[in-house]
């Protein structure tokens, strides 16, 4: 979007009155959502974004400003904005900027800014009707949506780097709710990838719809979920919700090195079992958090946060790499051109382990199979979570027995990992939005199944939180649960 020279102008610009780094964002984003609710086309907007970002270390301190003046003249003066915000001295740098080309690639077949606006909404009117069809007495609302982004980005930095890139990224998600007397329920699925309209090869819209709507169906008729501590198996298939909130986030460098996450000052030390091994991977082809080249143009790699049970590594942008005299290992994300780089994961997941996820649930005398996760929170200081089981069921003598509903997971993350009793051989991942400082990103995360048992109660690291106490059948239950996710 800008010339090499133009590039070197303006850093020498923002590092006029000194300073030790200068970097240049430059952002040109496209970007459609379509939503479709109650068989309407609710929402439509399609738009473009353009700006840049400067920025300028000196120090510990940092000065960031942002314009959508991409002419000479407007990014001069933003440059000259930072510079006079960290210093009044005088410096003059040259600099030879020198392209750097990705290692991974992920090519388009479909771009999706060249598929009709006509042909979106119809694929999501189809999926509409996909999920009405699984009970039209039941299902009382289904909402649709759609969106892609295509972005270009141009980066330069003071230390020589210059980077071009191209970003696609499509996604698809449907809620459906269903409700009978005083009972509401909800089911929900997503897809996206880091390519254009061929995820739909992959992912049927209109077998994604049905699927949402027939769990939200039999939701109604599931039982209240049992409370207490006992042994529960996390499917491949929940995906990892757990790992990238319970884990994830505490391994991000920022957090750490404020004293804000319980795995501060603790590397080359056991965290998990031995089975445990999390591994962040930005290369990986076809998942929703993969890039070439991060946002402060640093190459993607595998990063393996924790190997074997041992702490390994954290997750770096620039900044939180300077401070501690090495390189950022590529996890310097933003939203957008109006937004400082922080340390984000990409794709995080526990590595698949050699158990057969059948085996491990006929291992399980009486417990919890959770198959899909719902939403979640946690504190990264202590590493206590809470999160949400959207669909889960009681296991009965190693067999899966009735659906369960309203139930959650409790517990604290680095106990958890400490207490892994079986890894399965599955990987299944799931797509999301990050959000951290006001900023959100595409991420995407994953686990094989996991098995979470002991021989007493103590030794149980997770509590499921539910309206029956065990031991209590269905009919001793005198209300139902009235409960909504969204």
């Given at each position: 979007?800008?010339?090499?020279?133009?590039?070197?102008?303006?850093?020498?610009?923002?590092?006029?009155?000194?300073?030790?780094?200068?970097?240049?964002?430059?952002?040109?984003?496209?970007?459609?959502?379509i939503g479709l609710e109650d068989g309407k086309i609710e929402r439509m907007q399609s738009g473009s974004d353009i700006g840049a970002g400067i920025r300028v270390i000196s120090g510990e301190s940092t000065a960031y400003?942002?314009?959508?003046?991409?002419?000479?003249?407007?990014?001069?003066?933003?440059a000259e904005v930072v510079a006079r915000a960290l210093g009044n001295g005088s410096q003059e740098r040259t600099f030879?900027?020198?392209?750097?080309?990705?290692?991974?690639?992920?090519?388009?077949?479909?771009?999706?800014?060249?598929?009709t606006a006509e042909h979106k909404v119809d694929m999501l009117q189809q999926a509409d009707r996909a999920a009405r069809a699984v009970d039209r007495d039941t299902i009382k609302q289904v909402m649709v949506g759609y969106g892609d982004v295509v972005q270009e980005v141009t980066i330069g930095n003071s230390e020589g780097v210059y980077v071009e890139d191209r970003r696609v990224r499509t996604r698809f998600l449907v809620n459906a709710v269903a409700a009978k007397g005083d009972v509401i329920q909800t089911g929900y699925e997503a897809a996206g990838t880091v390519t254009g309209f061929e995820l739909f090869k992959v992912y049927d819209p209109t077998q994604m719809a049905a699927n949402a709507a027939q769990r939200a169906k039999s939701l109604l008729d599931a039982e209240p979920a049992p409370s207490g501590k006992m042994p529960v198996v996390l499917a491949g298939e929940a995906g990892g919700t757990m790992v990238h909130e319970a884990c994830g986030h505490g391994l991000e460098a920022d957090l750490v090195q404020k004293g804000l996450s319980v795995y501060s000052g603790k590397p080359g030390e056991p965290v998990a079992d031995?089975?445990?091994?999390?591994?962040?991977?930005?290369?990986?082809?076809?998942?929703?958090?993969?890039?070439?080249?991060?946002d402060e143009g640093v190459p993607s790699r595998p990063v393996t946060l924790?190997?074997?049970?041992?702490?390994?590594?954290?997750?770096?942008?620039?900044?939180?790499?300077?401070?501690?005299?090495?390189?950022?290992?590529?996890?310097?994300?933003?939203?957008?051109?109006?937004?400082?780089?922080?340390?984000?994961?990409?794709?995080?997941?526990?590595?698949?382990?050699?158990?057969?996820?059948?085996?491990?649930?006929?291992d399980v005398r009486e417990g919890v199979l959770v198959r899909k996760m719902g939403g979640g929170q946690v504190n990264t200081t202590t590493g206590d979570f809470v999160f949400e089981v959207a669909e889960g069921y009681l296991i009965q003598d190693g067999d899966v027995g009735p659906m369960i509903r309203g139930a959650t997971l409790t517990g604290n993350g680095p106990e958890v990992l400490r207490r892994v009793s079986g890894v399965g051989s599955d990987l299944g991942f799931t797509i999301g939005t990050c959000g951290k400082e006001g900023q959100g990103v595409p991420?995407?995360?994953?686990?094989?199944?996991?098995?979470?048992?002991?021989?007493?109660?103590?030794?149980?690291?997770?509590?499921?939180?539910?309206?029956?106490?065990?031991?209590k059948t269905n009919a001793e239950v005198t209300k139902s649960p009235r409960i909504r996710r969204v």
């Open positions: 979007m800008i010339s090499k020279d133009l590039m070197e102008e303006i850093l020498s610009a923002a590092l006029s009155r000194g300073g030790d780094f200068a970097d240049v964002f430059i952002e040109n984003k496209r970007v459609t959502g400003a942002h314009t959508n003046d991409l002419s000479r003249e407007g990014l001069l003066r933003s030879d900027l020198r392209t750097l080309r990705p290692t991974v690639e992920f090519p388009v077949s479909e771009p999706p800014d060249a598929v031995a089975s445990v091994t999390v591994i962040d991977d930005s290369t990986l082809p076809d998942r929703y958090g993969s890039y070439a080249f991060d924790i190997k074997d049970g041992v702490l390994t590594e954290f997750l770096y942008d620039r900044l939180t790499a300077r401070k501690e005299e090495r390189d950022s290992n590529g996890h310097g994300r933003r939203e957008s051109y109006q937004h400082k780089p922080v340390p984000r994961m990409a794709n995080t997941y526990i590595a698949p382990g050699k158990a057969n996820p059948e085996e491990m649930i006929r991420v995407s995360d994953a686990q094989p199944t996991l098995l979470f048992a002991g021989d007493k109660e103590e030794d149980l690291p997770i509590s499921v939180g539910g309206t029956r106490m065990r031991g």
